[in-house]
């Protein structure tokens, strides 16, 4: 990659933070490159990044204005170069999905917003509130891109994309349920706010589509490819020919991969379950020690003393998705940027030694989660790591009285 042509790229978008119209900016760049990679756009704002000349926060807020400055050139240079067109490849679900989002979003919640805009009548607002909701399910599409692609980006270097583009999804998500709230608890919402949600929404797909898959052409193999194929079910999909609706194995079923394409007959793999782990208070085989966090109540994942994932559970009833992954991913890139300084601010305080544990409580719906940290340290109170322990306690709240072993 030419450090020069990425350098003169980092002086350009450095005109658009300054304020400088993007037409008279877009005019300069068409002028001296034509086009430009997905990869050196990158480069670029991950160099503006790391000299601390903006902040994630800065290019979150001109995202759109880089997509209409460079977005023309990144979508010619890598037009027929995308996605894999093999149906159930990961890259073909997800780009299905994009195409069965822009249609939900251009006739049924169009024709919705259109509609209250007319009359707000009950009716009407009705309609509309069951759009946003169906809108709503777009997270499941947001939380595979966080949780399945963005790891192998971040591993390949490639960090300041994929935390700008989580801080929209966080936007977006933001803006539905801002309007569903307002719907249902003042009977009206912002005509703006519906506006923009659609504008967002649709440049979000362009980015995605012209900008976030070329970037995983570039870092994904096939193995990657057959991780994620295999963790997408866990997460689930939508807006693609109603599977969101399907349970777990039969989506894995209907979106596999064909795993012979990376010479592997086996689509997961095989785990080593054999061997005695011995511990102070006792000892257990593999299988045991698997299948006995695999059954606690709620979550738990670990966090080693170099602030990288190292393990997680997974029960069958897992209240937030985890995928395989996230094993080796650094702790910061597994928030959204807007959570990040409370979580390094904790992890500071845990290796300092002033905290031992943090808990933290989310009402969602009928569900009500606890998530607790607790600082690991061995009989030197030296730090090792910290542990997150995540549980729907809704039932426990409920508890009165008593029950014990006679009752």
Not at 208 to 224: A, K, Y
Not at 226 to 254: K, Q
Request: hydrophobic fraction near 40%; aromatic fraction near 8%.
């Amino acid at each position: 990659m030419d450090e020069k042509k990425i350098q003169r790229l980092k002086e350009i978008i450095e005109r658009l933070h300054s304020g400088a119209s993007s037409d008279e900016v877009k005019k300069d760049f068409e002028a001296e490159f034509g086009t430009v990679s997905a990869e050196e756009l990158a480069a670029a704002e991950r160099k503006l990044m790391e000299s601390g000349a903006i902040v994630v926060e800065q290019v979150q807020k001109l995202c759109d204005v880089h997509a209409s400055v460079f977005g023309g050139s990144i979508e010619e240079i890598h037009q027929g170069k995308q996605a894999d067109k093999t149906p159930g490849h990961p890259a073909f679900v997800f780009i299905k999905e994009n195409e069965g989002l822009t249609n939900f979003i251009n006739t049924e919640f169009s024709n919705a917003v259109k509609a209250y805009k007319q009359d707000k009548s009950e009716a009407a607002k009705a309609n509309l509130l069951a759009e946003l909701k169906s809108l709503s399910k777009l997270d499941k599409h947001y939380a595979r891109k966080e949780n399945l692609f963005f790891p192998y980006m971040e591993k390949a270097g490639i960090t300041a994309p994929p935390k700008v583009m989580w801080g929209v999804d966080d936007e977006i998500r933001d803006l539905w349920k801002s309007c569903i709230r307002s719907l249902e608890t003042e009977g009206t919402v912002q005509e703006a706010s519906l506006d923009k949600l659609i504008e967002q929404v649709l440049g979000m797909i362009n980015k995605e589509n012209n900008i976030l898959m070329p970037m995983l052409s570039g870092v994904m193999d096939g193995d990657s490819w057959l991780t994620v194929a295999r963790d997408s079910a866990d997460i689930g999909y939508c807006f693609n020919g109603g599977i969101e609706g399907a349970s777990p194995s039969d989506a894995l079923t209907w979106y596999r991969w064909n795993a012979s394409m990376s010479g592997k007959e086996d689509f997961a793999p095989k785990q080593e379950t054999s061997g005695e782990i011995v511990l102070p208070s006792g000892h257990l085989n593999l299988e045991e020690l698997t299948w006995m966090l695999n059954t606690l109540p709620g979550d738990v994942t670990f966090v080693g003393a170099d602030d990288k994932v190292r393990y997680f559970s997974e029960g069958k009833d897992r209240v937030f998705p985890r995928t395989r992954s996230i094993v080796g991913r650094e702790v910061a890139h597994c928030h959204p940027p807007k959570s990040l300084a409370v979580v390094e601010k904790l992890v500071e305080d845990f290796k300092a030694g002033l905290k031992d544990s943090e808990s933290f409580w989310i009402q969602k719906g009928t569900m009500f989660i606890l998530i607790r940290y607790f600082a690991v340290r061995n009989e030197k109170q030296e730090y090792l790591g910290v542990v997150e322990v995540t549980e729907e306690i809704s039932s426990l709240r409920s508890l009165e009285g008593q029950k014990t072993l006679l009752s």
